[in-house]
């Protein structure tokens, strides 16, 4: 296994942990947060009339 397996091994174990805490619709809505920010940063990169 190299570093970027066990990297991964380690982010699935993590949101595994996480699921048990939280509730489906939970984790629904954190993933969208995570998904707009990325979308907001990769903006800003791209488009330089838009800044933070």
Do not use: C, H
Not at 3 to 25: G, H, P
């Amino acid at each position: 296994m190299n570093k970027y397996d066990q990297a991964r091994q380690v982010m699935i174990n993590d949101i595994l942990e996480i699921s048990e805490e939280y509730t489906q619709n939970d984790l629904e809505k954190m993933g969208f947060l995570l998904l707009e920010l990325f979308i907001e940063k990769w903006k800003t990169k791209t488009d330089p009339k838009i800044s933070n």
